[in-house]
């Protein structure tokens, strides 16, 4: 008997027993949507958060932090949270105008931006009070604000040939305090809707309590000199220079001496090339601060999410296998209800390979119907989750390529998977079919 004469008694065997077809199928189904889905949805995030790294920060960046370099995170996530403020106290290593001053020279560097941040939840303007979660970065002047790349991803991401990063007045100077520069997508939560209307103007941070408790009030009136864009990475906050958000900070923190005590919460180089970034790391934690570049966040973004989607998948993979064990008891049904037709095919000649072999398919036939209909309807709804993902994304301005679709690699080896499962789950009952006495089983 030909293969494709098994296959199709398989199939037509499977259409009389429709219901039951479905029901030994569903498992299977099931199966294939958990491991297309979740796998499909655990690679967007992980692109997602991949192109917004490389798109944010560009691919020629270095984060340096106030830790120590050799400095270990704890390697359970739960542990690390409820250990850090033990852990920060621990590998804390203040960085000062010195420090920045040796990493600006390291070879290899071609900008350097040192910035200490802070938040308020209130604005004064013209004598109205507007209260939201405003960001503050204040940046060391005698480096850089932003770097070149970022105002070419800025422009890449508006897809404005003539962007400007300062939509309107100038940038900060110099030796000059107690100016700002507010982000474009600030103006709105600031009832502005022209941001030349802002500049010149005077706003006013007012801030009465420190984590829900009342203090003597701090106010810093500031010039707005300019309206950085939206599509900056600072597009949404205010910007200043680091003695004026000091102030703001070291009041949060009960102290007048903050940059003493704390220095800069952080600094970003970039480097002239990509090859120089290892170079520019390994210097940066011989003067004794943690530094991480863009290629190493989206490697331990990739691995954090190989892991995830490793488990994501064994869920999937658990289900079909469980499935797998009805397709047993459905096949031993299927030959039990079959005798006869047995004993008369090996009366006829047939082999006990043969009989085996139409049970082995019929079992991959159920297989191969619970994956390709689990595949189809992850796909669909995969596409749909996507694309709402997506249409969120451009309505916020957030420009990435993402996937709209699974990959066609993991439907192919889902539906392989679910036939292989199958497969091996026909196997005990196709070899009990093989060994039947035809002359008992025409008696039955």
């Not at 219901?19 to 967007?44: D, E, N, P």
């Not at 040192?114 to 405003?134: L, S």
């Not at 796909?379 to 066609?408: E, H, N, Y």
Request: proline share 2%; hydrophobic share 45%.
């Amino acid at each position: 008997m030909k293969l494709s004469d098994n296959i199709s008694m398989a199939f037509k065997d499977l259409n009389r027993r429709k219901k039951r077809t479905i029901l030994t199928s569903f498992g299977i189904t099931l199966g294939a949507i958990l491991i297309i889905l979740m796998v499909s949805l655990g690679l967007l995030l992980n692109q997602f958060l991949v192109s917004t790294v490389n798109s944010g920060s560009n691919t020629k960046t270095i984060t340096i932090n106030a830790v120590k370099a050799n400095a270990e995170m704890p390697k359970d996530p739960k542990q690390a949270i409820q250990d850090m403020p033990d852990w920060m106290k621990k590998n804390f290593k203040r960085i000062d105008n010195e420090a920045i001053k040796k990493m600006s020279k390291i070879n290899g560097v071609e900008g350097l931006k040192a910035y200490i941040g802070a938040q308020v939840a209130e604005i004064i303007r013209d004598g109205k009070t507007y209260y939201g979660t405003f960001g503050i970065k204040g940046y060391n002047l005698n480096y850089d604000i932003y770097f070149n790349s970022d105002v070419k991803n800025a422009e890449t991401t508006s897809k404005d040939i003539n962007f400007k990063p300062i939509i309107a007045g100038k940038t900060l100077q110099k030796g000059e305090n107690n100016e700002v520069l507010v982000g474009q997508s600030l103006l709105e939560d600031l009832g502005i809707n022209n941001p030349n209307d802002i500049v010149g103007k005077d706003i006013t941070i007012n801030i009465n309590n420190i984590n829900g408790t009342p203090v003597k009030p701090l106010k810093m009136k500031l010039k707005v000199v300019g309206v950085m864009s939206k599509y900056m990475p600072d597009g949404n906050k205010l910007v200043m220079n680091t003695e004026d958000v000091e102030k703001i900070a070291g009041f949060m923190q009960y102290t007048n001496k903050f940059f003493k005590d704390y220095g800069y919460n952080g600094v970003t180089i970039e480097g002239k090339n990509i090859n120089d970034l290892d170079s520019i790391v390994d210097n940066v934690k011989n003067i004794g601060y943690f530094a991480q570049s863009t290629s190493d966040k989206t490697a331990e973004i990739n691995n954090s999410f190989n892991n995830i989607t490793f488990v994501l998948s064994i869920l999937g993979v658990i289900v079909i296998i469980v499935a797998g064990i009805g397709i047993v008891n459905t096949m031993i049904m299927a030959v039990h209800e079959r005798k006869k037709s047995i004993g008369i095919m090996k009366a006829v000649g047939a082999s006990s390979s043969e009989i085996r072999k139409i049970f082995i398919v019929q079992s991959g036939a159920i297989g191969f119907v619970g994956g390709v209909i689990g595949a189809i309807i992850s796909c669909i709804l995969f596409r749909i989750i996507s694309g709402a993902i997506i249409d969120g994304l451009i309505k916020k301005g957030t420009s990435v390529q993402l996937m709209k679709f699974a990959p066609w690699w993991l439907v192919l080896a889902t539906i392989l998977f679910s036939v292989i499962v199958s497969v091996i789950a026909g196997i005990y009952p196709s070899s009990t079919a093989s060994k039947l006495d035809p002359i008992e089983a025409l008696r039955e």
